[in-house]
């Protein structure tokens, strides 16, 4: 399959594709970027890499891509400054994002295609994407908690000294500052986290708190995210390749879960080949339900004046 990352010239959709790379699952990953000399440049760096991991075909490039893509990432964005929350992105933001609709409508991309989208105010600019791509409304994705589960399951193993691949702990709701830690279903080895040698109750408040403020944190270090969050898209991407049927928390208009509607955000989402398949309302602690709506209501408060802006 043919994966287009638009954007694929700045930090998110180079490590996007560097991820991608690593895993070999896609036949051909194309970097499309105004900066277009950065996207054919990533693309010769990493096709150099390509004999000792796979059989992936790199391109750089512009939007005569996105016809024969099967896989549309969108990255292109401008970055959150230290101390900006991800919805003051959005003014400076939307214009762009709806400019690159445009043009990935206009140069027709498949009819099964998949949108995953990137960009931040990710959950609002996903409901943006679906709103004006004339796609069916399962195939825009939105990245949604996926990387702020990652970092959470991270920060919690860190603590505890456990095994990272085998701590399960989700983060549902809006990517940003309305985010949700599901505790209810948290897990280290199979094993209730709270009964983890080690977990005590007054660690889940610093280690939520840290992981809510990893963005700020990270951009605050390095500049950017990068190297998760190209991990938390290639997750997804590998799961629509594949066709796995995984339950992961990305961002799609919701219809009814949790009593949410008409906003994109993430619950439980079974994604395959033809994106999302569906979504689980599995019972939750009534605080986490509650948190969820609420962060549903916060996110359609946005959309309100972003749909008035971008009509
Ligand atoms: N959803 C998440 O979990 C998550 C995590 C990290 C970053 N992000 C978001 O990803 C976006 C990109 O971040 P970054 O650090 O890679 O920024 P960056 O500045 O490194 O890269 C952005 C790239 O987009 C390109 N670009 C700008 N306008 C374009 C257009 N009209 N068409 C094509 N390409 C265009 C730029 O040339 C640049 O190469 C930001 O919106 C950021 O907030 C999302």
């Not at 105004?34 to 790199?58: C, F, I, K, M, R």
Request: glycine residues 12%; contains cysteine; proline residues 5%.
């Amino acid at each position: 399959m043919k994966v287009s990352i638009i954007g694929g010239g700045g930090l998110v959709g180079s490590c996007a594709a560097y991820a991608l790379q690593c895993g070999g699952l896609a036949n051909e990953v194309a970097l499309l970027d105004v900066n277009e000399e950065l996207a054919v440049g990533h693309a010769l760096d990493l096709q150099h890499g390509g004999p000792s991991v796979s059989n992936t075909v790199y391109a750089g490039g512009g939007y005569e891509h996105i016809p024969t893509s099967d896989i549309i990432c969108i990255t292109a964005g401008l970055r959150r400054k230290p101390d900006e929350s991800r919805l003051d992105l959005i003014n400076r933001n939307t214009d762009l994002f709806v400019d690159i609709l445009k043009n990935v409508k206009a140069a027709g991309p498949k009819s099964t295609a998949i949108v995953l989208v990137v960009s931040n105010p990710v959950d609002i600019l996903t409901y943006v994407a679906a709103d004006k791509l004339g796609l069916p409304p399962q195939q825009v994705i939105g990245l949604g908690t996926q990387l702020d589960t990652i970092r959470f399951c991270s920060l919690i193993a860190q603590e505890l000294k456990a095994p990272a691949s085998q701590t399960k702990a989700l983060i549902l709701g809006e990517h940003g500052e309305s985010m949700v830690p599901i505790w209810s279903s948290a897990t280290i080895a199979g094993l209730p986290l709270d009964k983890y040698p080690g977990w005590n109750p007054s660690l889940s408040s610093a280690l939520f708190t840290r992981t809510r403020g990893s963005g700020a944190e990270v951009i605050s270090r390095k500049g950017g995210a990068g190297f998760a969050v190209g991990i938390a898209i290639r997750d997804c991407i590998d799961a629509i390749i594949l066709d796995t049927q995984s339950v992961l928390p990305v961002s799609s208009i919701q219809n009814g879960c949790y009593g949410i509607r008409d906003v994109a955000l993430s619950v439980p989402t079974v994604l395959g080949r033809t994106g999302v398949q569906a979504t689980m309302e599995i019972d939750l602690w009534p605080k986490e339900v509650q948190g969820l709506v609420q962060s549903g209501a916060a996110l359609r408060k946005t959309l309100d004046t972003v749909m008035q802006r971008v009509g």
